[in-house]
Nanobody, 122 residues
Framework: VQLQASGGGLVQAGGSLRISCAASIRTSSSYAWGWFRQAPGKGREFVATIDWSGRTTDYADSVKGRFTISSNNAKNTVFLQMNSLKPEDTAVYYC????????????????WGQGTQVTVSS
């Protein structure tokens, strides 16, 4: 199974961007999704997660109130709506997937997308 992230780009500070990630194969398993990001010279950072039901979400403090994670299980797709973007949000954003429950630790995810670049100019 491959995860394909898309929707990144260049946006001005204060702007919005929506990125998405789709699994290449639909399965009957119930997956939780996570978004992580990695800025140059830094480690991979947790951004948001959503559980298999779509009812439970979790956000990093740095994005809470600005970013919204959602999923479409019928289409095996997850979205990240990013509003009020800041230059410090600039990073490569990665989607990841694991069974049922979303967690913050990237090592707990077995499936990863290739990443999409988000650049926020000041």
């Amino acid at each position: 199974v491959q995860l394909q992230a898309s929707g990144g780009g260049l946006v001005q500070a204060g702007g919005s961007l929506r990125i998405s990630c789709a699994a290449s194969i639909r399965t009957s398993s119930s997956y939780a999704w996570g978004w992580f990001r990695q800025a140059p010279g830094k480690g991979r950072e947790f951004v948001a997660t959503i559980d298999w039901s779509g009812r439970t979400t979790d956000y990093a403090d740095s994005v809470k109130g600005r970013f919204t994670i959602s999923s479409n299980n019928a289409k095996n797709t997850v979205f990240l709506q990013m509003n009020s973007l800041k230059p410090e949000d600039t990073a490569v954003y990665y989607c990841a997937r694991r069974l049922r429950v979303g967690v913050r630790a990237p090592d707990e995810y077995g499936q990863w997308g290739q990443g999409t670049q988000v650049t926020v100019s000041s």
